[in-house]
């Protein structure tokens, strides 16, 4: 009955001991996530002020705007990862590798996706055109 009872405490006390020291490191790494949401908004907000001076469609405003956002989540996400203690360079590459397979993997999806973001800033139409294309009309 002793020797459960040691176990259960040996744990009790790992528990402890990693708390004491990643307990502080983790709630910092919190606040720089809380603050990378916020500094995001904040940031994707000032670049819609500034594209509303030109002239661009909704859906292109609404691509750049959430661009601007996902970018500096990462980068705070990488501070907070660094924080932790976490190393970056293997991480990095290892992405970059995963990267390039799945971007062999899905060549026909990113045509697609590189053809709209073509079709958005080149603007050959725009939303509530009238277009015809091989006998489809709308």
């Known amino acids: 009955m002793g020797e459960p009872l ?11 001991d990693l708390a004491m020291k990643f307990g502080p490191k983790l709630v910092v790494a919190i606040l720089i996530l809380i603050a990378g949401f916020m500094v995001g908004r904040w940031a994707a907000n000032a670049v819609d002020r500034m594209l509303e001076r030109f002239v661009l469609d909704a859906p292109l405003r609404r691509l750049i705007e959430r661009g601007v956002r996902a970018l500096v989540v990462v980068l705070f996400a990488i501070m907070a990862l660094q924080n932790l203690g976490v190393e970056l360079l293997p991480l990095i590459a290892g992405l970059g590798v995963a990267g390039a397979g799945i971007a062999l993997a899905m060549q026909g999806v990113l045509a697609n996706f590189v053809a709209g973001l073509t079709i ?9 055109d009238y277009i015809s294309i091989a006998k489809e009309e709308g």
């Not at 958005?120 to 509530?128: K, N, V």
Request: positive net charge.
């Open 120 to 128: 958005l800033f080149t603007r050959p139409f725009r939303i509530g």
């Open 6 to 16: 040691q176990a259960l405490d040996q744990v009790r006390v790992t528990a402890i």
